[in-house]
């Protein structure tokens, strides 16, 4: 009778056991998405979505040729793709039916590097609903930020470049007090105003900040440590970010970014502050690395 109840027990700790395992499989589940193939294609968004290990997501966007009939130029952007794993393919429409039975029409272009992102540029000889899918090399789940802009483009809202896509801003937010963590997601700053971000910092640690899109939108960031907090406003930053420069095909050609790379002295919350300066409320997505 002793021996059953020993082997009774056992089996309800094994049982708990393997339940705990389940429940830790289950968390670290991806996030399932719904463009896991091209007939469930998104608008790109400019915003940062989850992508499964060893997975790829599909993006459309809608494309027409100049007025005139003549091309127009287009760029892909993947941000940080040369630095994470994640690449991209460019397809031209596409029989839905044709892909179901297992076929794809050839690759027309591919991301190139481009510092840390992956970008492709060019025209498009024929207007019509053209698909992006983005592949994940990694065996770990990651995020991908896939943005694209061009006058031939058309339903494919920005997030990045229009407030519409971004909730409107309800205060002034220049208080690093008020500061908002490093999170990949977009930001509104308010007209003539500021927004504050925090980091914390290792040191020896090096980080690169960069506002995408910055050196297009006419915002500015500036770099603040911790100590001068309290009277930031009469010391001056000890960073601000500036327009980088890539190889191209031309020699060096100037990002659409504005980026910042640097380390500090000592270990501690360090703040980052977008300045907008317009009439308008303006998007904004600060990114660390």
Known sequence: MKTLKTFSLMLVVLAFLLGLSAMAAAAEEP??????????ASYIDGQAHPIAA????????????????RPQMTTLKLLYGNASGVGFELYEPMDMNAYADGGLKPVIGRGMPSGDDLVWYGALGAGGAYYVRVLNTNPFATTALLSIQGNGITSAPIAVTGVSAVAKSTATMDDPAKSVIFDGKPQTVAAQSALWYRFDYSATDVKTIRLVYGAKSGLEFEVYSPEILGSWWTNKPIGIGTVERVVCSTGLCATDDLTWVGAFGASGTYYARVIN????????LLTIQ
Do not use: I, M
């Open 54 to 69: 060893n997975g790829s997501l599909w993006y459309r966007f809608d494309y027409n040729l100049s007025s005139s009939g």
């Open 31 to 40: 996030v399932l998405v719904t463009n896991a193939n091209p007939g469930g």
């Open 277 to 284: 300066d317009s009439a308008n409320d303006a998007p904004v």
